[in-house]
């Protein structure tokens, strides 16, 4: 019996020493891109990867905002290692923003930053303003795109930005897993109590979770009042690239991500 319980806890310690061990260890703080980062030139856990997501993080909340009402806010961060030719189209973003008189989502903040070494130093190239692109993609929807500038195989790309949506119920499908291995990714969803919402996680590849409850407060001409945030927290490291296979339909749904649901 003893021999099965070490059996158990030794596992049990495997399983978390892989759910905290990066392939590279990274400064998940903005502009914190070390040289060693920039030099690398292969993905050790993936050597045939033609980029990877060295680091990733969503942070989501659902607040009140001055009209009275509620907005769903992402904070989202991204940091590329450009590996191979094939790569480079990780620099490239496009977002597709829902636009009604009813509903607006509007994105603010970006900032982009591209890293290459150049005389054995770190080079940074920031992406002016003037590349954000706006564009009718449809009857309800505008398309924004920019791109970060100076791309070339072995660049570290950095890209930011906030997105505020008036369709607070509605929260995009939460990826953990690319076409590209990821190193590191993070994600918290902040929801005030007086919302419930069923959450599920699919995929194959293993999502660390854990809750908590923060409080919160209120100022109003009549006073103030208090609430709990329900707070979930997820981490994934190391997770494989995605391979798509012949004649798979809608590879996206077999990736690892978390759907939230307002009930």
Same mark, same amino acid.
């Given at each position: 019996?003893?021999?099965?319980i070490?059996?158990i806890?030794? /596992?049990?310690a495997?399983s978390?020493?892989?759910?905290?061990?990066?392939?590279?260890?990274v400064?998940?703080?903005f502009g914190?891109?070390s040289? =060693?980062?920039?030099?690398?030139?292969?993905y050790?856990?993936?050597? *045939?990867?033609?980029a990877v997501?060295?680091y =990733?993080?969503?942070?989501? +909340?659902?607040?009140f905002?001055?009209e009275?009402?509620?907005?769903?806010?992402n904070?989202? +961060?991204?940091?590329?290692?450009i590996?191979k030719e094939?790569g480079?189209e990780?620099? &490239?973003? *496009? %977002?597709? %923003?829902?636009?009604?008189?009813?509903?607006?989502?509007n994105v603010?903040?970006?900032?982009?930053?591209t890293y290459?070494i150049? &005389?054995?130093?770190i $080079?940074?190239?920031?992406?002016?303003k003037?590349? @954000?692109?706006?564009?009718?993609?449809s009857?309800k929807y505008?398309?924004?795109?920019f791109?970060?500038? &100076?791309?070339k195989v072995? *660049? @570290?790309i950095? /890209?930011?930005?906030?997105m505020?949506? *008036?369709?607070?119920?509605?929260i !995009?499908d /939460?990826y953990?897993?690319?076409?590209?291995?990821v190193n590191?990714?993070?994600?918290?969803?902040r929801?005030? &109590?007086?919302?419930?919402?069923?959450k599920?996680m699919l995929g194959?590849?293993?999502?660390?979770?854990?809750?908590?409850?923060?409080?919160?407060?209120?100022?109003?001409?009549?006073g103030?009042?208090? +609430?709990n945030?329900?707070? !979930?927290?997820?981490?994934a490291v190391?997770?494989?690239?995605?391979?798509?296979e012949? +004649?798979?339909?809608?590879?996206?749904?077999y990736h690892?991500f $978390?759907?939230y649901?307002?009930r």
């Open positions: 019996m003893k021999q099965i070490s059996i806890v030794f /596992i049990a495997i978390a020493m892989t759910l905290s061990a990066q392939t590279i260890t400064n998940p703080k914190k891109v040289k =060693e980062e920039v030099e690398m030139t292969e050790p856990s993936d050597t *045939s990867a033609v997501m060295l =990733e993080s969503n942070n989501l +909340y659902v607040n905002n001055a009275g009402g509620f907005d769903l806010n904070k989202r +961060y991204m940091r590329i290692k590996l094939d480079l990780w620099g &490239d973003v *496009s %977002l597709l %923003l829902y636009t009604t008189p009813q509903h607006v989502e603010s903040g970006i900032d982009v930053v290459n150049v &005389d054995g130093k $080079v940074e190239t920031k992406m002016p003037k590349y @954000v692109f706006t564009e009718d993609f009857e505008k398309k924004l795109s791109s970060a500038q &100076d791309v072995g *660049s @570290v950095e /890209i930011k930005y906030d505020t949506s *008036s369709i607070y119920w509605e !995009d /939460i953990f897993q690319h076409s590209i291995p590191l990714a993070e994600a918290t969803v929801i005030p &109590d007086i919302f419930t919402f069923n599920k194959y590849h293993t999502v660390s979770y854990e809750s908590e409850v923060e409080s919160g407060a209120l100022a109003s001409a009549g103030s009042f208090t +609430y945030i329900n707070v !979930d927290k997820y981490r190391d997770m494989p690239a995605f391979k798509v012949p +004649y798979l339909f809608n590879a996206k749904q690892a $978390v759907q649901d307002i």
